[in-house]
């Protein structure tokens, strides 16, 4: 069951589809599970399947993945809990990830290969259903209620709020409206050629728009198409809302996009000027050392591992900044007030001086590639530069 809380967010009243102090009737969790998984089905079933939590945590059909703004897509994902986790660590939403792979590495420290996971507490579940439906009543009743979870529901979570769902929703407003305009043709053939441009507008607007000039001129069209066919208002009234709406939504959408891709363009400013402070760290160590190593076994082995770190570590501030420059690019396609909102909501967010001062450059950056000016190489080197000043080397 549901109800809402404070700020009228729906949550499930409670953690799992059973009571609390009966879990141990349902699930094969520590302090009971002692040391291992056990055989399938010695607990009470859940929804008609046994053991959907504790024993073994079964691998969900899609990967890893934090709200698209708070993090990258990660490994596997694995729900309902193993023996090994605590009977009171376990409820409905937790999630855990699973490596797909790791590293091997030999004993100077290089990954010698890269090899499967193991896990002892994963497992796959295997449910094989028919799709029956008893009556077309049935059907439409499954319907009703599913377009009901996703207004009153699911539009309210995280992942309904997603930064795609905004321009998806303006995309469904213009098929309506072209759908409208198909309608209007049909009934008014002198009507049919004045909205074929509309139509054109209204329809072949990408997903993420750059802004939405387009559509306030196709509703102002339709402003002067209604005192000329005054037959067809409805369906011009109808088409307007589509339009405008769309409008609003696909703005919206813009926003978000904005906000997420200035925020990643930070993070990879930020991971590149780490990584090529530490690639330097690295190199200073083994111009000091590589002397000795000549003399001494312990360092030649430590220069080895360094050479290897050093490798990785100009490896990753290389992708960084690469990923840096075509972030850049990419937001330069955007409106500037959207970019300078995005860069705003940084600042707020921002509670060290590093981070300011990375904000600042990038914004200097953002500043040119809305111009239409590409400099990779001059970016790249001023955050270098940077880099170098707000991290220390020893």
């Known amino acids: 069951a549901l109800k809402k809380d404070e700020g009228g967010r729906p949550l499930f009243e409670k953690p799992l589809p059973f009571p609390q102090d009966q879990l141990k009737k349902y699930a094969w969790t520590k302090p009971h599970s002692r040391k291992g998984a056990t055989r399938i089905g010695r607990w009470r079933e859940t929804g008609g399947f046994y053991d959907l939590f504790g024993n073994v945590q079964e691998l969900n059909s899609h990967l890893f993945v934090a709200e698209m703004i708070q993090g990258k897509v990660g490994a596997l994902s694995a729900r309902g ?7 009171r660590t376990i409820r409905s939403s937790f999630r855990r990830e699973v490596e797909i792979y790791k590293p091997k590495e030999n004993r100077d420290g290089t990954i010698d290969k890269i090899i499967e996971s193991r896990s002892s507490t994963t497992g796959i579940r295997l449910a094989i259903g028919a799709l029956v439906s008893p009556s077309p009543r049935f059907s439409d009743q499954v319907k009703a209620e599913y377009d009901h979870y996703e207004k009153a529901v699911r539009a309210t979570t995280p992942a309904g709020k997603s930064i795609s769902d905004a321009l998806v929703r303006g995309s469904d407003d213009l098929k309506e409206a072209s759908r409208t305009i198909e309608r209007l043709k049909k009934r008014d053939a002198e009507l049919s050629k004045e909205l074929v441009a509309l139509k054109e507008r209204a329809t072949e607007l990408p997903p993420l728009v750059r802004d939405s000039e387009g559509l306030k001129d196709a509703y102002r069209t339709i402003d002067t198409l209604k005192t000329r066919y005054t037959e067809s208002s409805r369906e011009i009234r109808i088409l ?16 978000q996009v904005c906000s997420y891709l200035t925020e990643l363009a930070l993070f990879r400013i930020k991971s590149g000027g780490y990584s090529y402070m530490a690639s330097r760290k690295y190199r200073k160590f083994i111009e000091r050392n590589i002397e000795r190593a000549a003399v001494s076994t312990a360092m030649k082995r430590r220069i080895r591992q360094t050479q290897n770190k050093l490798a990785q570590a100009e490896k990753l501030y290389q992708e960084h900044f690469s990923a840096y420059v075509k972030t850049l690019m990419k937001l330069g396609g955007y409106p500037k007030v959207y970019l300078d909102q995005g ?4 600042i707020t967010k921002s509670d060290d001086k590093k981070s300011l001062r990375f904000i600042k450059l990038m914004k200097q950056h953002l500043d ?3 111009r239409g000016v590409s400099k990779p190489d001059l970016w790249i080197s001023e955050a270098e530069s ?4 707000v991290y220390t080397v020893r």
């Open 81 to 87: 809990g193993s023996f090994r986790d605590h009977a």
């Open 386 to 389: 940077l880099a170098s000043r």
């Open 368 to 370: 040119q590639a809305t």
């Open 240 to 255: 307007q809302e589509a339009l405008i709406s769309a409008d609003k939504k696909i703005q919206e959408g813009i926003r």
């Open 343 to 346: 860069v705003k909501r940084l």
